[in-house]
């Protein structure tokens, strides 16, 4: 039986200041998706380029709730997804593949994150996809891709028509599958995942209520991105990261162990 994550060794001491920072962020995000709701039991990922590589990525062990992963228990994989270091957990294949041919062509995409939720696949699933229903929903349609469903994420012939799909786009619409986000950082690419969220929740809400909807002119749409710079002030999800980690020691603390 594989260890528990309250058994792993504390390897702080054994990695770079750089490296334990980023596991600790991405702990974090995994434990801050248990806690709204977002997780799918084991399933889906989010992953994070290791700091002067373009080699390694560090993802969750497979078999290990979300609420449960720290900062030591997270597995450092190659391109391929093989693991780099000792572990007792393996990694889920089919995830990999979409992360892996993301993280290859985008270099600014130093986090992805993919989540199957219950608003998030319903949306996915409507053909006319994201509609201008809300203030959020302008952030997530001036940078969206959606791609196609092909199946369960195992094949690596999937991998190019995925990059195209995301182009240089922040947010992806997998079609019948789910969200996914990418960021330089991984508070960038949560707190993406969070409006994501947000939009599908509403757009859910809002088609169900029967009435026609008034939907948001597309000259708003196009000024988004400069509006949300102008709402953090310039700082974008560093505004709100370190709120969202004091919130986590509060309900889910041990990550960064």
Not at 108 to 124: E, L, M, N, R
Request: glycine share 8%.
């Amino acid at each position: 039986m594989p260890a528990r994550a309250l058994d792993m060794p504390h390897r702080r001491d054994q990695i770079a200041p750089v490296e334990w920072q980023l596991r600790v962020d991405l702990a974090a995000a995994y434990r801050l998706v248990a806690m709204f709701g977002w997780d799918d039991l084991i399933f889906t990922h989010i992953s994070a380029r290791v700091p002067d590589s373009d080699d390694h990525f560090l993802i969750n062990p497979y078999g290990l709730m979300f609420e449960e992963i720290t900062a030591c228990s997270l597995i450092k994989v190659d391109r391929e997804g093989r693991k780099v270091e000792d572990s007792p957990f393996e990694v889920n294949p089919a995830g990999f593949v979409i992360h892996s041919a993301i993280h290859g062509a985008r270099h600014d995409a130093d986090c992805v994150v993919h989540t199957h939720t219950v608003d998030g696949i319903a949306v996915s699933a409507q053909k006319h996809g994201v509609l201008p229903l809300s203030q959020q929903s302008t952030f997530v349609l001036s940078s969206l891709g959606y791609h196609d469903y092909e199946g369960v994420a195992l094949r690596d012939e999937e991998k190019p028509r995925l990059v195209a799909d995301l182009g240089t786009h922040n947010f992806l619409m997998l079609r019948n599958h789910g969200l996914l986000t990418v960021g330089r950082t991984v508070a960038d690419a949560f707190l993406s995942m969070y409006t994501f969220e947000r939009v599908c929740a509403i757009q859910v809400r809002a088609l169900a209520g029967g009435a026609a909807c008034s939907e948001v002119h597309p000259s708003i749409i196009a000024g988004a991105r400069q509006a949300a710079k102008q709402v953090t002030r310039g700082q974008g999800s560093g505004l709100v990261w370190p709120g969202l980690l004091r919130r986590l020691d509060r309900h889910f603390p041990g990550y960064d162990n």
